[in-house]
Each structure stands twice: as structure tokens, then as C-alpha cells.
């Protein structure tokens, strides 16, 4: 029986992973070897923690519940010298001060899987590869692809910098206390280099989440409420190769990136114009 101030609490959307089987599947598509440095996301009671602290070099585990953190240090007492555990909010963690690559392995909160998820991709840099157990839904969008209705700002903006693929689903009843919901567990690989290659990136994401703003229009019609001009905007489509009535999510990568790449060649032209006008 759980002791109630480590009790699964609603607030914070945890659900404790309780099969052995899957745990053990979890760590070996980790796979964590000595040499590694791993950050856990949401240890909980610890059913993933402590198999990562006999196989990793360093593990550093974000915990926000002040129970669970007391719990945490308590089980580990000076068994696991590998091990620190930290109370903080993951979304305030400063990966960027971390100096050497280090692994991921999390079991996110549902309500704050996306915003974890942005954040992790912004320190991709530091990242060698991330184990994420998700609500199965939200995997899917991730790695959707083109002509997909899964597919939208967060399937790209993974894909853009990452290979993500669904390694493992996991049945509601693999935890307590049950969800509603299934789930999966991800493997985020960062890239070397972005899929495709833009000029402007900055432009590329503008351009990305205002397509994706009305998802039921074409992509003319969403850019050019957007603030677009359309007739500007039907002839970069054309050049790019794109069809005048397709809807953001038909689009591949390589044609968001001839999308953006035409359209900031415009944009540069017309500014060169404009700074030549008496």
C-alpha cells in the first residue's frame, strides 16, 4: 500500500508505471551503456531510476513533487553514488548549462507532454537521444507524416531537427493509477542538420504556424489571412512547384522548405526594390 504523501496525485498528472516486463523493455530501448550521462524526467517512485543509475555513468533525476523527492533520496540512501535527484519544475530546468551530451529518459505528465517536448528539442544540441513515454495519441502526431491528419506544427517541428519513432505501446493497464488513455514509448534521435535546408528559419516557423492557424483551408487561403498577398502567394507556389489547392498538411518537408526559400527570395526582392525607389 502507498504511503499517501507519495500517493499518484491528479494535480500533477502522475501515473506510476508498475510492470516489470515493460520497465525492462523501457531500459533497454534506452540503452544506456557506462559511458552515458542520462537525465530522468519524472521519476516518480522510481521503477525506471534506479535500473539507469546501475547502468549509467550519471543520472540526474527532475522530480517537482517534494514527496516523491524525499522518497527518492531515501531509497537511493548510498546505494547508488551515480544517482542525484533534484526537485524542480522540468519546464525551468536549464539544460543549456549542462556542459557534456547527455541521454533523455521521461515519463511526462499528459498535460505538459508538448511543453517538455519543445523545451527538449530547444537543447537538442546536448541531447545524444531522448526515451519519452507519451499519451499514444501524441506520439502519433509527432511522428505523423504528410497527407496524414495527424500531421501538423508538432509533427514538423520534431521532424525538422529529429528522427522520432514509436518503439514501444504500452497499455493503460501497465499503470497506476489507470489512465484513460494508452501509451507509447518514443525515441527522438536529434540530426546532425535540419531536414531540409532554409534560408530563413525564423520566416520558415512563421510561415509553418500560420498555415497551420485554420487547418481546414488551403494553404493559400490560411497564408493569406495570414497577411500574405494572395496573388504574391500563387505565384511562389507555382515556382515552388507547389499545387494552388493544397492543404498544409499534404505538404512534405522538402516542399516547405522550396515554399519558404521562394518566398524569402521575394521578400528580400522587394525590399532591395524598395530601398532603390527615390
Known amino acids: 500500500m502507498l504511503d499517501k504523501s507519495t500517493a499518484p496525485k491528479k494535480h500533477l498528472g502522475q501515473n506510476f508505471l508498475k510492470d516489470a516486463i515493460l520497465i525492462s523493455k523501457i531500459i533497454e530501448i534506452a540503452n544506456i551503456t557506462k559511458d552515458d550521462k542520462v537525465i530522468e524526467i519524472g521519476p516518480g517512485k522510481g521503477a525506471l531510476t534506479f535500473h539507469l543509475a546501475e547502468k549509467a555513468l550519471k543520472v540526474l533525476a527532475i522530480e517537482i513533487d517534494h514527496n516523491l523527492y524525499e522518497y527518492l533520496n531515501e531509497q537511493a540512501g548510498e546505494s547508488y553514488p551515480s544517482l542525484t535527484i533534484i526537485e524542480e519544475d522540468v519546464l525551468k530546468f536549464p539544460f543549456e548549462t549542462i556542459e557534456s551530451k547527455f541521454k533523455v529518459v521521461a515519463n511526462v505528465p499528459y498535460y505538459i507532454s508538448t511543453p517538455i ?69 518514443l525515441k527522438i534521435v536529434p540530426r546532425k542538420n535540419p531536414a531540409v535546408r532554409v534560408g530563413n528559419e525564423n520566416l520558415f516557423w512563421a510561415v509553418i504556424k500560420s498555415a497551420f ?66
Not at 515552388?240 to 519558404?260: C, D, F, H, Q, T
Open 213 to 278: 492557424s485554420h487547418r481546414r483551408k488551403t494553404l493559400l487561403n490560411s497564408l493569406a489571412m495570414a497577411g500574405f498577398k494572395k496573388d504574391m502567394l500563387e505565384g511562389i507556389l507555382i515556382n515552388a512547384g507547389i499545387e494552388l489547392n493544397i492543404r498544409p498538411e499534404n505538404l512534405s518537408m522538402e516542399e516547405w522548405g522550396k515554399l519558404v526559400d521562394e518566398l524569402t527570395d521575394h521578400l528580400e526582392y522587394q525590399k532591395m526594390r524598395k530601398s532603390h525607389d527615390w
Open 117 to 185: 517536448i519543445f523545451k527538449l528539442m530547444e537543447a537538442r544540441n546536448k541531447i545524444t537521444d531522448m526515451t519519452i513515454m507519451l499519451q499514444k495519441e501524441l506520439a502519433n502526431r509527432i511522428v505523423a507524416s504528410p497527407n496524414c491528419k495527424d500531421f501538423g506544427i508538432l509533427s514538423i517541428a520534431v521532424q525538422f531537427y529529429a528522427t522520432p519513432t514509436i518503439e514501444l505501446e504500452i497499455p493503460r493497464d501497465a499503470f497506476f493509477p489507470v489512465p484513460k488513455v494508452d501509451s507509447a514509448v
